[in-house]
């Protein structure tokens, strides 16, 4: 079974050395995020060369009004990966009141990724679902948008997928009703695996990187198709967006 997470964070494990370690032995294909630039570099290390960890260049919305002073830091390294992520909005009552920062940090990221030609960016969305789609709507050449666990009505989800977003979803998202509802009203083609490790649960336990594929076994009994159908399709949608996302890469190099 290939196993896919495409939103993982881990650097903020209890032992990242120790979980990198398992999740490189079991052969996890990792999407690294940060939720800091200045973690950015003790994070990308954590991945051996040659491994399947790529680790994504963040800056958490949560922390967008502590940490904006790190958005020089965040240009210097822009040049340097093929993917941005956790950034973001962030609506839910603890950080409602920095929801300007907020967005005016993640204008100048988007900003930047559209001059740098684009980018494959991971996006927290957690009550703010609409508002980020109305700033990606004025970003299309940002790049390619990847919607971790959207947790919206149907219809607002049919917004994000006429936008060209594509979705990464997990076993904590499809423990609950409306997470089941949300996943359903997505385009299978444009999912993704993810756990949002060790932040992503089930039953109380995080979830290690590549969540033992809890996700194919979720998503298949949600469809009703087998847990291998789950499997090849997720992993035809993942090969198709790496394949998207080193090509924009491409394209800048060839600038
Ligand atoms: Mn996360």
Known sequence: MALIDFHCHLDLYPDPAATTRKAVEEGVYILSVTTTPSAFSGTSALAPAGSRIRTALGLHPELAASRWHELPLFHDLLPTVDYIGEVGLDGSPPHRDTLATQAAVLHEILDACAAAGG???SLHSRGAAVML?????????AGTFVLHWFSAKPAIIQRAADLGCWFSVGSAMMASRSGREAVNAMPIDRM???????FGMTQGVPLA???AGSVYHDFAELKGMSVKDAERLMTGNFRRLVARSSREQAQVKDR
């Open 119 to 121: 980018r494959t960016i």
């Open 133 to 141: 789609l109305d700033m990606l709507e004025f970003e299309p050449l």
């Open 209 to 211: 990187p590549g969540g």
């Open 192 to 198: 993704l695996p993810e756990t949002d490790g060790p």
